[in-house]
């Protein structure tokens, strides 16, 4: 897959407060993935994005993939303290055997 | 189904000495894929296997060697341990939704404390 960098690396909020992080590349992407680990755990897939421009939403959680597929990002409404954890974005390039890039991850710490 | 069980979660090794991260998934994967963990670097891929008898290097395949017998085991061998190789290791497969997205289960991770 094709090199995504990740913003910012850390990021603090207030329990309510919206958070958002990005993801970027210099190259077209095919695809990004979004995975969140909890602190301590392993990566849980959250969500794929293929097409330019799209927007899906998980509850409080809204993905976007750029019109030119070339960035990313992840928005949490109204933050809450289940919602900490490090948030990564990947790519999985063209082929189709889940070989994965991934970016540096955000880490998001909720204060209650 | 237990998933992808890693075994062991710690260890800590003395420079040179030699280990193996063990992996075992019981869903029938064809392809399987470890990965580091470090600060501030995301997960970078070590080396993968597409199948049984077929394995490939990653973006930091040095230091690491792997095999793949069967389609359930898939170790991580360090050959003679370094400092530079204390890290969350991580194996996953590669699951294909519905959706036809091709994404990955992840095992709890084994963290490896290099002195």
């Known amino acids: 897959g094709q090199q995504v960098m990740q913003i910012p690396q850390y990021q603090h909020v207030q329990e309510g407060e919206d958070f958002t992080t990005y993801c970027n590349s210099s190259t077209t992407l095919s695809n990004i993935q979004w995975y969140k680990q909890r602190p301590g755990g392993h990566p849980v897939f959250l969500i794929q994005?293929?097409?330019?421009?799209e927007v899906k939403k998980q509850k409080r959680l809204t993905f976007q993939f750029g019109e030119a597929k070339k960035n990313s990002s992840l928005h949490i409404t109204a933050t809450q303290t289940t919602d900490v954890g490090t948030y990564f974005c990947?790519?999985?390039?063209?082929?189709?055997?889940?070989?994965?890039?991934f970016g540096q991850g955000t880490i998001l710490t909720v204060h209650p | 189904n237990a998933g992808v069980t890693q075994t062991p979660k710690f260890q800590v090794l003395k420079t040179g000495q030699s280990m193996t991260l063990q992996c075992a998934q019981d869903?029938?994967?064809?392809?399987m894929s470890w990965y580091r963990q470090d600060p501030g670097m995301g997960l970078r891929l070590i080396h993968y296997?597409?199948?049984?008898?077929?394995?490939d290097q990653g973006e930091v395949p040095n230091g690491y060697n792997v095999s793949r017998s069967t389609t359930e085991d898939f170790p991580l061998r360090l050959l003679s341990a370094a400092p530079s190789q204390t890290s969350v290791y991580f194996c996953?497969?590669?699951?294909?939704?519905?959706?036809?997205?091709?994404?990955?289960?992840f095992g709890a991770g084994s963290r490896l404390t290099v002195l």
């Open positions: 994005l293929v097409k330019s421009g």
């Open positions: 869903m029938n994967h064809e392809y």
């Open positions: 296997s597409v199948g049984a008898g077929i394995t």
């Open positions: 990947s790519n999985a390039g063209g082929t189709s055997y889940g070989k994965l890039t």
């Open positions: 996953a497969t590669t699951r294909t939704l519905s959706s036809g997205a091709n994404v990955l289960t």
